[in-house]
């Protein structure tokens, strides 16, 4: 038996997120599809990232177990050849049999794009959120600093689910840019609660737009309560960037 | 009679091209069909640049000519409510009555992206073109300078049509950068021929992978002939950023 990483890039819009769901199709169970086409077995492939619905991916990252002749980075190319063009695997590797390509990574990166203007952008329809209002972008940034570093992120949790084992987080990098309307939020951390970014991501949003006062994250993290943040931000504004491990992950 | 500008984005994946067709859509059809709906005349729209089957368009600019009660700056939001998401109209404004898209165009910038890996990008499958060989990208920056300035770029023009009064142009800059796997050629110039961007971005890409010498360009303006080039590159690479008016068309 091999263990296999695939590197997976992903248009979410058409799926219902990576997990493998009952009356829809996700991310999951088509790249599952395609490998039991090319090989004729049922084969569980595990992500590291369990994205929801509609949010898209860079460098989504998976592992299976496999037997059989094909060679480790030859599954890149024969699945592509079975998937629709939404969902490109980047690369595939052979990793140690105790990889595992979500207990073994050791952070993230995730983008979240707004779109900033009256009107929308054609190109910017799928991948970014737009927000009509004008954006501060100077008060965006200078709400951002609190975040960093290790703190309790259960005001950034989504409400209702079951509760995680704990809810200290640690945000390990933070950046807001703007090109010309398009603004992108880069957020880089251990690991991440439910719904966290786009909870950000929104509030974000709202402290730019002055719904929210520009001390606000830092009211969450008191802690403060869910309800002191803004709204869940859309999830096509999202995009899983990265997956990172130690040692790196190489992919060729 | 009130001339408005429309400054239009599109997605040209499912559309062919700007320019009204027989059997297929246009963007420009679409547009039309959209001040129809809103105004119950048939409108005739003129774009600056009749952009190619699948070529995309962040900043289009079309005219029309109309009377009736709508504020210039509304028929935006109105024809984006009749439009799909694939075209946006950004922003529309009251122009001079002798304004012309095309005509008054001092400049328009075009980006050309090459999505240059062994596979492909789910995110880039529609607006970049996939090269799966190494592209050296030092190479290919220095075989651009003999290409600004004005020359006669008569081997840059499509072979078969109706050859143009004067094939001599002006670049005015030209930019090439990468980030991560994707690589952005920025072409600007006063007017340019037809196929004659996605010409330069062939032959470049031929260039980058060794098939054409690093000094193609210069055979190609000596001048030399549309052989000396590299293929066309397919259109859905790319995008018209921009077209430029002296003095500027502002739109808010």
Chains 1, 2 share one sequence.
Not at 91 to 97: F, N
Not at 122 to 127: C, E, F, G, I, M
Not at 179 to 202: C, H, K, P, W
Not at 219 to 236: E, F, I, V, Y
């Amino acid at each position: 038996v091999t263990r296999i990483a695939l590197w997976i890039s992903y248009d979410g819009t058409h799926y219902a997120g990576w997990q493998r769901q009952h009356n829809a199709l996700a991310v999951q169970q088509a790249v599952e599809t395609a490998l039991f086409k090319l090989t004729g077995a049922a084969i569980a492939v595990t992500g590291a990232s369990r994205t929801d619905a509609g949010v898209h991916a860079a460098g989504q990252v998976a592992h299976f177990d496999i037997t059989g002749p094909i060679p480790p980075e030859r599954y890149a190319v024969a699945l592509n050849g079975l998937l629709l063009p939404d969902i490109r695997i980047r690369a595939s590797a052979q990793v140690p049999d105790a990889f595992h390509s979500r207990f073994d990574s050791c952070g993230k990166t995730y983008h979240y794009q707004y779109w900033n203007a009256p009107q929308g952008h054609a190109l910017y329809t799928r991948t970014a959120w737009h927000i009509h209002r004008p954006l501060t972008l100077q008060t965006m940034r200078d709400s951002l600093p609190p975040l960093l570093g290790e703190h309790d992120f259960a005001a950034f949790l989504a409400m209702g689910g079951t509760p995680p084992h704990t809810t200290v987080r640690t945000i390990t990098d933070l950046t807001l840019t703007q090109q010309e309307d398009l603004i992108t939020l880069s957020v880089s951390g251990n690991a991440f609660l439910y719904n966290m970014v786009r909870i950000m991501a929104g509030t974000l949003a709202s402290i730019g737009t002055g719904k929210l006062p520009p001390d606000a994250f830092e009211r969450m993290l008191r802690p403060g309560s869910r309800l002191d943040g803004g709204p869940t931000a859309p999830p096509h504004g999202l995009t899983l960037a990265e997956v990172r491990y130690a040692p790196a992950l190489v992919f060729e």
